[in-house]
């Protein structure tokens, strides 16, 4: 393309599409989206079921049964070994991606009692983080090899939390009511709470590399923290500020 202003015009254009299918005659829609860490893969909760594609050709791989409702959330885990699904049924459902199977089901008495909305997976801690219709949000144990339980429920929202997003050593969560708690992963505690009811958002995503979090809603809007921040969302600082880090110079502010 024409270059403006010093920089090349980005054009896309459709790579490729597929239909959403119809289960019995009921029309469905695509709930959420998660690449495979090298993006060669794509996962969809699409009505009940988890579609699995082959992200650079478009081909439909797998179609995944095994939740009986809805399904809202898909997370895959970073070493692209396991993904997991959640949704109306109340059960989150972790899948080993090698053999397309079931691995493990989490539901019934101690696990969530409303609807799965989001979920994110924390590799550092073999965690995952769950969030649904109900004003906790639940810590799951998931190293290498197994699912080993949960870790904790934790306590502080007002409302329903409806998002969860992981950085490196942190995740953030936000409610109905439009509250949002910035967690520390490895002590499971809050770190800041932040009012986000001006924005009215519907979306949050952590973006590690670059320290900050997205909050989308009306308009897309970044919050970014001091140093201490940024790194434990995941940035790369330079040494200059990583010695203001670790000469314990900085409190965590966002």
Known sequence: GEATGGREDMRTSVSWTDKVPERE???SCVYDLAFNPTGTQLVAAVGSRVLVYDAIEGDLLHSLKGHKKVLYCVAYAKDGKRFASGGADKTIIIWDIKNLTLEVRIEGHGCHEG????????PRYNVLVTAGTEKRVFVWTVDGTAFRGNKAKLTGHNANVSKV?????VFFSMDELYQGILWDASTLTPLQMVNLELMVPRHCLCMPDHGMICIAGRRLNFLEGNDLAAAMMGKALSKEQQVKVTGKQDTFTC
């Open 165 to 169: 997003t992981g950085g490196q050593r």
């Open 115 to 122: 609807a799965v909305l989001s979920q994110a997976y924390m």
């Open 25 to 27: 005659g009921v029309k």
